[in-house]
């Protein structure tokens, strides 16, 4: 199966290239990109990261989709789906999520792809449901959720179980989306 390309009006999602390993490495080692994570990731994290993300992008049909500003920049970060693989309340889901270098933060590239990424799982995937989760004091990715018109609850927060208890980043909350649609039947 081929990865799909999202395209929106500034944006390019698309398959992972090698030549986005050296500024995916470079943004999951920046300290203020990572703030929120439990910690940076090195060259081979990083490396092993962009694998997993693009296997499971011609895997499933959707996952974490590269996303470049033709003209303006070659690869900004991600944005995409996951199926989260802890158990929590909300578990099983789909969750939509984005990372970009910091440079890139602020023009709105973040909100632009996760509009073209909730396009595609609703209409496409068929999803009825997505969510987003962060850690509270996110606000920048709060804020995101937010613009895409998801809805938070105080009672849907939770302890990310990959952070040890009393980490300032354990605390999460959870932001959901839910279709304007009827969710398509897919056959097995």
């Known amino acids: 199966m081929e990865a799909p390309i999202l395209l929106t009006e500034r944006l390019r999602l698309r398959a992972w290239r090698d030549s986005d390993r050296e500024p995916f490495a470079a943004l999951n080692a920046d300290l203020r990109v990572m703030k929120h994570f439990s910690r940076p990731l090195d060259r081979a994290q990083s490396d092993a990261f962009a ?7 011609v895997e499933n ?7 470049e500003a033709p003209g303006v920049a070659p690869f900004l970060g991600f944005v995409g789906l996951a199926e ?16 970009l270098a910091r440079q890139h933060w602020g023009h709105g590239y973040a909100t632009e792809a996760a ?3 909730l396009d595609h799982a609703f209409r496409v995937l ?6 987003s989760f962060t850690a509270q004091g996110n606000q920048r990715s709060r ?5 895409l018109g ?26 959901r989306i839910k279709s304007a649609r009827e969710p398509v039947l897919r056959s097995p």
């Open 51 to 57: 694998d997993r993300a693009q296997a499971r992008l």
């Open 61 to 67: 049909g959707f996952g974490l989709w590269a996303v």
């Open 84 to 99: 989260p693989a802890f158990v929590a309340h909300f578990t099983p889901c789909v969750e939509i999520g984005w990372r």
């Open 115 to 117: 509009r073209a990424v």
């Open 126 to 131: 068929g999803l009825s449901e997505v969510v």
């Open 143 to 147: 804020r995101v959720m937010e613009r």
């Open 150 to 175: 998801m809805s938070y609850e105080a009672s849907d927060d939770f302890d990310y179980p990959n952070f040890p208890v009393g980490h300032e980043s354990r605390r999460h909350v959870l932001y």
